[in-house]
């Protein structure tokens, strides 16, 4: 039973010992430490680091797994012209029978409510106007009083005063056209 627990033992030993060999080869600096036997060629890899060394007759060799950073080379001649791409898609274009008037106002931090109204550029007219305000900082709508054209170029907009529009910024934009 005992030479059987030495056996095990041995051969556990053997098994963790080439573990640990093949663990610490590359060392932690990526050098492969070896020894060469001129007489045959031979090469057989060692760990310094547990104990290996090369034996009389061989000479110790070692190499890096990568090698440095070689200089620049010289850039290469330009390379043929390729051919031309398919046409893009057609871009927007810019209407320039309207144009859109846009600011953002935030209601009274005491009292809330405002009123403001958006002019058209000379010579346009008013076609509509719009508000949004950012759900996300409060999901009630503001209570608006007024939205409506005002003349032929500009729009009115009223915000009542409460709890609903205090503070909370509202986008205002109207959409306006050439008057001709």
Not at 58 to 79: N, R
């Amino acid at each position: 039973m005992s030479k059987r627990i030495a056996a095990t033992a041995a051969i556990v030993g053997l098994l963790l010992a080439a573990g640990v060999a093949e663990a610490t080869i590359p060392d932690s600096g990526g050098t492969i430490h070896a020894c060469y036997k001129s007489a045959n060629g031979d090469i057989r890899l060692v760990d310094p680091s547990a104990g290996g060394s090369c034996n009389t007759d061989e000479k110790s060799i070692s190499w890096t797994q990568s090698a440095p950073q070689g200089v620049q080379g010289d850039q290469g001649p330009a390379g043929v012209q390729g051919s031309a791409g398919p046409q893009g898609a057609a871009g927007l274009t810019v209407d320039t029978n309207t144009a859109f008037v846009s600011k953002t106002v935030a209601g009274d931090p005491v009292i809330g409510g405002f009123s403001t109204t958006l002019k058209c550029p000379t010579g346009m007219k008013v076609l509509n106007g719009s508000f949004q305000w950012d759900f996300f900082i409060d999901p009630k709508p503001p209570q608006i009083a007024q939205s409506e054209p005002f003349g032929d170029d500009e729009w009115v907009f009223a915000v009542g005063a409460g709890q609903d529009s205090k503070g909370i910024p509202i986008f205002l934009s109207i959409e306006c056209a050439n008057a001709n």
